[in-house]
């Protein structure tokens, strides 16, 4: 590998990393794409690869938003816990079974996805439902309204019965694509569970790192990973990641799910020519 093919892969890693930490889906929705577009990879190994990516992204984000306080810790076990058969699954197929049909309909599940984020974060308005004694409590002990809150309503909604299945796809579409499930995880959050944004990209980052480290040991198994990538473009990932967990404090919700949104019609599009 040349000095200009690793600095560009740092760099990506830098972007995909940052933007991964902030939206909660892990870095391989950028980097996957990158090694399949810009240095022909072959897919089954740019899947493998990045799925490394997107283990490193989350470990590196969750030290940051551990400290912050923003992980529902319980969330996110259920999602693991969910998520590691379906991660068997998904190395499975990837392994045995590739489908254009799939591929075109799932794409077009995300771009609409996409664009009904774009829509509903346009006209989104603050939340009426917040009590003033959340506000209350939030301001005496330096926590956002939105954690406060999220204690309230994920104890009330998040139940085990809805967590691990949701998980166990997570883990079958993580494994499969090789880029995270959080871009997906984080609109179910947010929209049917009513987690706050904050809390489920965090969350989302969390149980990532616990599903993704059983579909990396797998892509290792397979043989399907290549570490000279992983080496330089991790690097770009830990320090993207990182500036991506202090940015996310400044970045208002709206914002953060408008940033998804754009994700999930980049990630859309791309698989159409898949």
Request: aromatic share 14%; with cysteine.
């Amino acid at each position: 590998m040349d000095i200009v093919t690793g600095v560009l892969l740092v760099a990506i890693g830098i972007f995909a990393g940052g933007y991964g930490a902030i939206v909660g889906a892990g870095g391989g929705f950028l980097f996957v794409p990158a090694l399949l577009l810009l240095f022909h990879v072959d897919p089954v190994l740019a899947a493998g690869t990045g799925l490394v990516i997107v283990l490193i992204n989350s470990l590196s984000g969750v030290f940051g938003f551990a400290k912050q306080k923003r992980i529902d810790y319980r969330t996110g076990i259920m999602l693991g816990i969910g998520a590691f058969p379906g991660t068997f699954i998904g190395v499975q197929l990837l392994q045995a079974y590739s489908s254009t049909y799939f591929y075109f309909f799932f794409a077009s599940v995300l771009v609409f996805l996409g664009f009904f984020l774009v829509v509903k974060n346009t006209n989104l308005l603050k939340k009426k439902n917040m009590t003033k004694e959340a506000k209350t409590e939030a301001a005496a002990t330096g926590e956002s309204a939105d954690h406060v809150t999220s204690n309230l309503q994920t104890n009330n909604r998040l139940q085990v019965k809805w967590l691990i299945p949701l998980g166990f796809f997570m883990g079958i579409l993580s494994s499969y694509l090789g880029i995270g499930g959080g871009w997906m995880l984080v609109p179910i959050l947010v929209y049917i569970f009513r987690v706050p944004t904050h809390i489920a990209t965090a969350t989302s980052i969390f149980s990532l790192c616990l599903y993704s480290s059983v579909g990396v040991f797998l892509q290792v198994w397979h043989g399907n990973i290549d570490w000279l990538i992983v080496a330089f473009g991790g690097t770009g990932i830990i320090i993207g990641s990182q500036l991506g967990v202090i940015l996310s404090q400044k970045i208002p919700s709206r914002v953060i799910m408008q940033m998804l949104s754009f994700l999930l019609i980049i990630i859309g599009f791309r698989m159409y020519f898949h």
